[in-house]
């Protein structure tokens, strides 16, 4: 078939809600969308793990511990399920981690900010975990089958991680006076970074037309980033807290919310590698990569001596 043909069997895939799987043709505008978003969400679960993984030695409880620890591996497998199906895309895994280990790759912007207090890892699971399940959703749906089935598992862990936040938040808000106010405070400093999360503004938003195209994503930014305050301003109001935004104001005729948009120059800002954490989370990341050389030759090794073994 020419290309003609071949795009017309793609297209019909498209229409009919079918999978376009790895040896499938493909447009390569296709597959080079694919690899940037799947790698940066690999990336994004990978680097995810910093601002977590420096409170497990001092969480509250051993409960809280053993809690933190479990999500921690989770979103460490979150990055190997989506590094593989990236990988079938016809990029390397070593030129993946090359390309976010010196910065040329982007993650999530919401990582490049601190955790200060208990309260930001239970803000974390509430509003960053909450933002990302609620994306996340929708990528069961995507049209590249590898992608999708691996959003079906990372979709149920995620759902146990805003679990885990919003609980920790309770306790917080519904403890003394000293930790509502320590729960408002987290609440002050990831409400707008949050739902930077979501991406620019669609009117901004390069990548958006293609990937509505070609149903990788079924919704845009803005239409996300809505459903996501209309949804966690009632969670607010039931803990007794206050969304840290004086615009906020529910409008009937839309039947949501209307609230101020991020500012979307520290978003660029962040995105550019200027964030308060961005050099120490790539410095973090490169100092593991380094101390696990050893690790990755020996699993080399071990894995060349395989057939050897087989054979005899």
């Known amino acids: 078939m020419d290309t003609a043909k071949f795009e017309e069997v793609f ?32 990336h994004s679960e990978i680097v995810g793990m910093l601002p977590e993984g420096n409170w ?12 933190l620890l479990a999500k921690v591996q989770d979103e460490g497998g979150h990055g190997l ?20 280990l010196t910065g040329k790759a982007k993650y999530s912007s919401i990582f490049n900010y601190p955790t200060l207090t208990w309260a930001d890892i239970g803000a974390i699971g509430w509003l960053v975990d909450g933002a990302a399940i609620m994306n996340q959703v929708m990528l069961q749906r995507s049209s590249y089958g590898p992608y999708s089935r691996a959003m079906v598992r990372i979709c149920k862990e995620e759902s146990f991680h805003q679990r885990q936040g919003y609980e920790s938040i309770t306790h917080l808000a519904f403890g003394t006076p000293e930790q509502k106010a320590m729960a408002q405070d987290a609440l002050n400093r990831w409400w707008f970074p949050t739902l930077m ?10 990548n958006s037309e293609n990937a509505l195209k070609w149903r990788i994503k ?4 803005d239409q996300l980033r809505q459903r996501f305050v ?34 979307w120059d520290e978003f660029k800002n ?6 308060i954490c961005n050099k120490e989370r790539l410095a973090s990341r490169n100092k593991a990569h380094s101390e ?21």
């Open 218 to 221: 079924r919704e845009t930014n």
């Open 11 to 42: 297209e019909a895939k498209l229409a009919k809600n079918d999978f376009i799987e790895p040896k499938d043709w493909m447009p390569e505008n296709y597959r080079k969308h694919l690899i940037r978003q799947v790698s940066q969400h690999a």
């Open 270 to 275: 962040v995105i550019k590698g200027n964030g």
């Open 56 to 67: 497990i030695t001092r969480a509250p409880s051993l409960r809280a511990k053993l809690v």
């Open 230 to 263: 209309n949804q966690t301003v009632k969670q607010v109001e039931y803990l007794g807290l206050t969304v840290p935004d004086k615009h906020l104001k529910w409008n009937e005729a839309k039947q949501g919310y209307d609230f101020s948009e991020p500012d």
């Open 197 to 206: 999360m979501f991406g620019p503004p669609d009117r901004e938003s390069p």
């Open 292 to 312: 696990g050389a050893w690790v990755r030759a020996a699993a080399e090794a071990y894995g060349k001596k395989q057939p050897e073994k087989e054979a005899a």
């Open 81 to 100: 399920y989506l590094y593989t199906a990236a990988e079938s895309l016809g990029i390397s895994r070593d030129e993946m981690l090359n390309a976010l």
